[in-house]
């Protein structure tokens, strides 16, 4: 499966273009790398790719087609600041069961206590919360993750316990995932592939 963005251009206001007939690929099981110099649009494209943002011109499909809106996009956007990806008004166990509930063993190796569960999202850690975030959009249902500064709020250890259990699962399950980090070392150590947004 090939997820694509063919020239895409995107701006804010009538005014300057964030991204102009931008070209950009992965293919399943993947894991790409997207660079560029603060401000020139990275965040701007995965929102794209994960149709929270349509594009002035230009086409996201997966394997040559439009991607369908239906319940469950297969592009999934997980982004720094889990407390505004949650409905505050859910206790932790309906965010999860909004997707699908994951299997004990991936709740265990993502760190999540049972007991969190029965938490509502302002009772937990920014970090306990983006394992939750992370955690959800681990299904069946996704093919193609967006993972834009996924960890950087979080100390190295839990940083490198999310990420293990996010490529272990991308593997396993041949999703592929769009890394946007402006951490170097971490994109170099995980990606197979790194593009630069700037260029061509
Ligand atoms: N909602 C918005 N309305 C207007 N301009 C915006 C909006 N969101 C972002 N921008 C502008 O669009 C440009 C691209 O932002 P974007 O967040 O995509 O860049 P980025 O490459 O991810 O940056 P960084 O590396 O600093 O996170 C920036 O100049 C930003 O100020």
Redesign the pocket.
């Known amino acids: 499966m090939r997820l694509s963005a063919e020239n895409i251009s995107f701006r804010?206001?009538n005014e300057r273009y964030?991204l102009k007939n931008v070209n950009f690929h992965i293919d399943s099981g993947e894991v790409v790398g997207l660079t560029?110099?603060?401000?020139?649009?990275?965040?701007?494209?995965g929102k794209i790719l994960a149709g929270y943002l349509k594009p002035e011109s230009g086409r996201i499909t997966i394997d040559g087609n439009d991607i369908k809106g239906s319940s469950f996009y297969p592009v999934q956007l997980i982004f720094q600041h889990p407390e505004k990806a949650v409905n505050p008004k859910w206790k932790m166990r309906k965010v999860l069961e909004e997707v699908e509930m994951p299997s004990e063993e991936l709740m265990e190796s993502m760190g999540i206590q049972q007991g969190w569960l029965e938490r509502w999202p302002s009772e937990l850690s920014g970090g306990e919360l983006q394992r939750f975030c992370v955690t959800r959009v681990l299904s069946e249902k996704t093919k193609f993750i967006v993972a834009?500064?996924m960890t950087t709020m979080l100390d190295a250890i839990t940083q490198a316990q999310i990420w293990k259990t996010v490529l272990d699962y991308a593997k396993l399950h041949h999703i592929g995932v769009i890394v946007?980090s402006?951490d170097q070392a971490l994109i170099e150590k995980v990606c197979s592939r790194i593009v630069d947004i700037t260029l061509g």
């Open positions: 804010y206001t964030i560029a110099p603060s401000g020139f649009g990275k965040t701007t494209l834009d500064e946007i402006h």
